[in-house]
């Protein structure tokens, strides 16, 4: 079992940055991901990584966020720039240790075996 455990997150104005940690219980090669979840909506991906450091990123993000790792600390970043009030929800950190077909399937909640508890985002205008 593979425990993860997300930074607490924060509130900012419209404009500012924010940087989400992850850190997990376990050195395993891993597929990670964070999703996020939009008061009313269904939870989204927004970024994900494979076990050999290539990203994906949700085409609505427009470049503003960046996903990471440390691979020695077993941590997880999302680098989050320019928040809008739209970027307001509740974002999880997602992992497994086996994706096939990983780049198709990378932001579909379904593939991801373990999860953290989440972690709150306010943007306001």
């Known amino acids: 079992v593979v425990q993860l455990a997300e930074s607490v997150g924060g509130s900012v104005h419209a404009g500012g940055s924010l940087k989400l940690s992850c850190s997990a219980s376990t050195s395993s090669p891993f597929y990670m991901a964070w999703f996020r979840q939009l008061p009313g909506k269904e939870r989204e991906g927004v970024a994900a990584?494979?076990?050999?450091?290539?990203?994906r990123y949700a085409d609505f993000l427009r470049s503003r966020f960046t996903i990471s790792q440390v691979t020695a600390e077993n941590t997880l970043y999302l680098q989050m720039n320019t928040l809008t009030p739209e970027d307001t929800a509740v974002y999880y950190c997602?992992?497994?240790?086996?994706?096939?077909?990983?780049?198709?399937?990378?932001?579909?909640?379904?593939?991801?075996?373990?999860w953290g508890q989440g972690t709150q985002v306010t943007v306001s205008s």
């Open positions: 990584i494979s076990n050999t450091g290539t990203s």
């Open positions: 997602a992992a497994d240790s086996r994706i096939s077909g990983f780049y198709s399937v990378w932001s579909s909640r379904d593939v991801y075996k373990y």
